[in-house]
């Protein structure tokens, strides 16, 4: 729909699967972290527009399942999200956009 949306405007990209077939869904911000530059190549961006959190937010058990706070681990807690959103923005600064 932003594609759509911004047209004549913008190319609007974001990561797409290993077969290029479809987008993917990049996860928590430690996975960001560990694949950002893959995905950036040799393009030059002017904007890019970025979300984490929702993934960092939740809690899972052993087997990587969802579950609810008192019986899991939290993905990203406070201080560690902050530190891998502060490594993302250093990343895409890089990138002069």
């Given amino acids: 729909m932003v594609r759509g949306e911004l047209k004549k405007e ?3 990209w974001r990561p797409m699967d290993r077969k290029n ?3 993917f869904n990049c ?8 694949l950002v530059d893959g ?7 002017r904007v890019i527009h970025f979300n ?5 937010l939740k809690y899972l ?14 993905v990203a807690p406070p201080e560690l999200y902050e530190k891998n959103l502060r490594a993302l923005i250093a990343r895409l600064q890089k990138t002069g956009a």
């Fill in 10 to 12: 913008a190319n609007v």
């Fill in 39 to 45: 995905w950036f190549g040799t393009n030059a961006w």
């Fill in 27 to 34: 996860g928590d911000s430690a996975r960001g972290l560990e």
């Fill in 61 to 74: 058990d052993e087997k990587k399942q969802y579950v609810s706070p008192d019986k899991g681990k939290q």
């Fill in 21 to 23: 077939e479809k987008p």
């Fill in 52 to 56: 984490f959190g929702l993934h960092d």
